[in-house]
């Protein structure tokens, strides 16, 4: 869009704190400990600005105002707009489990999801086991009670059950 005929010119805002990155490194070697920040950025600050995009990282939209041709941010700011694309992706489809907190339940769709499973200081002292053909029902201080009736002990746990399309703003 920025390079043919009639090319879009203009700021890229994310409610993201980082510039874009591949997610896929997220669950491979950056996980595994053994990829380094740097690799994580698709492009260069450079590449940006040489492409006139104005990236605005923490810019959380919270609505927009169509007739208006605005759009409202988290932080209080208001962008005016000739053409807005909309490219939301997806949140993480979060579990209602009781007493699952911030400090014992990781969901992984964000760099800042995988920095905070780094800092995780019990992450590597624990073998993986899957439970197949079985879900959660609650958590009993370190004991994820399973539905099957199995207890297993646990250090933390990491959600993936699926996304939904972000499509709040749109609506
Ligand atoms: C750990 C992990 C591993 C994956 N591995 C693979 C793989 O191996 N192969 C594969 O094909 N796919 C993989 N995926 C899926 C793939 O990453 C997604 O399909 C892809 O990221 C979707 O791209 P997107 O641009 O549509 O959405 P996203 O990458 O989610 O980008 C949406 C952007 O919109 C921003 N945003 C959302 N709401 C607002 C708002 N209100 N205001 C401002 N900004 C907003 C977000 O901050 C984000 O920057 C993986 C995903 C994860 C999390």
Redesign the pocket.
């Known amino acids: 869009m920025r390079s043919g005929a009639g090319a879009m010119r203009g700021p890229s805002?994310?409610?993201?704190d980082s510039a874009?990155y591949?997610?896929?490194n997220?669950?491979n070697d950056y996980l595994a400990g053994i990829g380094p920040d740097e690799w994580m950025p698709l492009r260069s600050p450079d590449y940006y600005s040489n492409q006139l995009i104005g990236l605005e990282l923490n810019?959380?939209?919270?609505c927009i105002d169509v007739g208006k041709k605005q759009v409202y941010?988290a932080s209080g700011k208001t962008y005016a707009f000739d053409r807005l694309l909309l490219?939301?992706?997806?949140d993480p489809v979060k579990l209602p489990i009781p007493n699952a907190s911030e400090s014992n339940s990781f969901y992984?769709?964000?760099y800042a999801d995988?920095r905070a499973l780094l800092r995780e200081p019990h992450r590597q002292s624990q073998g993986v086991v899957f439970h197949l053909d079985n879900a959660v029902t609650r958590l009993e201080g370190r004991m994820a009670v399973l539905k099957s009736g199995a207890r297993v002990e646990a250090d933390f746990l990491v959600l993936g059950v699926g996304v939904r399309p972000?499509v709040?703003?749109a609506e």
Do not use: E, N, Q
């Open positions: 805002r994310s409610s993201d874009p591949a997610r896929p997220l669950s810019a959380r939209a919270l941010t490219a939301m992706g997806a992984l769709r964000s995988g972000s709040a703003l």
